[in-house]
């Protein structure tokens, strides 16, 4: 079975994430889990203050936004390597800029440099 990327969709699902991400923040480690339309993220706002746990939300929210895009198809085309890249990026950006909080943000500014 082929997924067929639909951009605005996954903008939708990653704003649906993003809703959920500060609604029920957890006591220790952030914490992924596969939920249907996607994945949630979930932890406290004070890892974001922290820069190692900061970094580890980050990750976490960069493989949610993997997930998401990922057409799951073995052997894929460079074509569709760089949309799901691509749509990745769009994620990842638009859940950075929906939880705004500083630290997240360096951290999204200074991978989109090095990546």
Not at 14 to 35: F, W
Not at 36 to 51: A, H, K
Not at 52 to 79: N, P, Q, W
Request: proline share 4%; net charge positive.
């Amino acid at each position: 079975m082929e997924r067929k990327f639909q951009p605005l969709r996954l903008l939708i699902v990653a704003g649906a994430v993003a809703g959920t991400l500060l609604a029920a923040p957890v006591a220790g480690a952030a914490e992924l889990s596969p939920v249907s339309d996607g994945y949630r993220v979930r932890f406290s706002p004070s890892e974001l203050t922290n820069s190692s746990e900061a970094a580890k939300v980050y990750r976490k929210l960069r493989f949610a936004a993997r997930e998401v895009c990922e057409s799951g198809a073995i052997g894929r085309s460079l074509a569709e390597r760089v949309q799901t890249e691509r749509c990745t990026e769009k994620v990842l950006a638009a859940l950075v800029r929906k939880i705004d909080q500083p630290m997240l943000t360096s951290l999204y500014q200074l991978d989109s440099k090095v990546g």
